[in-house]
């Protein structure tokens, strides 16, 4: 095994350990990858790939706590299905430098609102307004386009959005947007499969990195309160939003 792969599985593994509560994976993994030399175009489907293996043992601790509303959460999948595969058919055709701006822009937005809000995805919330729930339903089309063509960020917006809009505690947010990326990131590999863009022998291996991180993540995320997962929600958006920045501004 090379230095380069176990490089890899490492850090494919951290990452979906916190990457549970906090999303945004991919603005870490997909750089590294093209550091070592790894194509472009076959980073992201690759990636992608081993997104739904982590996105699967993400959602199963949470599926067997009963942590997930299926009929509240039905909907948004079907949408991401749709918005899915609309943007991994759209790779080759946008650069990321836009994207990432735009991503790190709407954390940081997401994070503030979270912050202002103080009792967003802590308190108890009997009811969501109609508009509110059609909002979530057009951003969370609008995203799962974005999770299908990158996912850098992706989950991380789905989570705030839940979290902002739909009425969801922490938790449950946490938990629905794990089951709503099983599809996201299937579709979309199904996709970069047709488009023969992914390398299926390190896909394997780093999924199932990325499977037993994320597995161990969501284990013991199922066992924190939900001001504790706001808490390492808010620090990493933070630090990644700021890192983003930071990255833009050197390129």
Avoid: C
Wanted: hydrophobic share 55%; aromatic share 12%.
């Amino acid at each position: 095994m090379s230095s380069t792969l176990i490089i890899l599985i490492i850090l494919f593994f951290s990452t979906a350990l916190i990457g549970v509560v906090t999303g945004s994976n991919s603005l870490i993994t997909v750089p590294v990858m093209f550091q070592f030399g790894i194509d472009e175009k076959v980073a992201i489907a690759t990636n992608m790939f081993g997104l739904t293996f982590m996105s699967v043992g993400g959602t199963i601790p949470f599926v067997r706590k009963g942590l997930i509303d299926y009929r509240k959460v039905s909907p948004l999948i079907v949408l991401t299905i749709v918005g899915s595969a609309l943007g991994a058919l759209l790779v080759g055709y946008i650069t990321n430098h836009g994207i990432k701006l735009l991503v790190s822009v709407a954390m940081i937005v997401v994070a503030v609102f979270t912050l202002v809000k103080r009792d967003s995805g802590i308190a108890e919330t009997h009811g969501v307004p109609q508009k509110l729930v059609i909002s979530t339903f057009v951003v969370t089309f609008l995203l799962g386009i974005y999770g299908g063509l990158y996912s850098g960020g992706y989950v991380t917006v789905l989570t705030a959005v839940l979290v902002a809009f739909f009425g969801m505690n922490f938790t449950e947010s946490i938990a629905s947007t794990k089951l709503i990326n099983v599809f996201s990131s299937t579709v979309a590999s199904i996709v970069f499969a047709w488009q023969g863009l992914i390398d299926y022998k390190l896909g394997i291996v780093l999924g199932v990195s990325m499977f037993a991180g994320a597995y161990v993540g969501a284990h013991y995320a199922t066992k924190l309160n939900d001001l504790w997962l706001k808490r390492i929600f808010l620090i990493i958006v933070f630090f990644l939003a700021a890192k983003t920045i930071i990255d833009l501004i050197a390129s």
